[in-house]
């Protein structure tokens, strides 16, 4: 897969999640998907992004960086958001925070297989 189709794809994916299109995560998470080094598969991955929803009803992928070098894409996604009441452990409390994740994917076969990312908790620390 060239560098500009990873690209669409990731933008593509990116807008499937913004748009909460759960039953189209298919198209572009494999169904043996793993996050952090942990297999979840398909199902796992969804269940864990409609969680997410359910405790932040405004979240929204912002892509502020974004680097490809296929097959791998990395990418630093921007959070506005209020989570209703606890977020990684931190009552939030429905109080708007900013912070950034940090992920990286891993394609196989024009989906995503792997997932590796890491939230930027001070950052929500040092808003409460």
Known sequence: MTEPDLRTLYLN?????????WVSLGQFVAADVSHNGRPIGLSGYREMLQKDVREIPDL????ELLAIEAPLVASRLRFDCSPTSTFMGLNIGGKRITFAENVFYAFRNGKIASVWSVIDKSAIEGQL
Do not use: W
Not at 60 to 63: A, T
């Open 13 to 21: 994916y990116i807008d499937c999640l913004n748009k909460r299109e």
């Open 60 to 63: 929204r992928f912002n892509i």
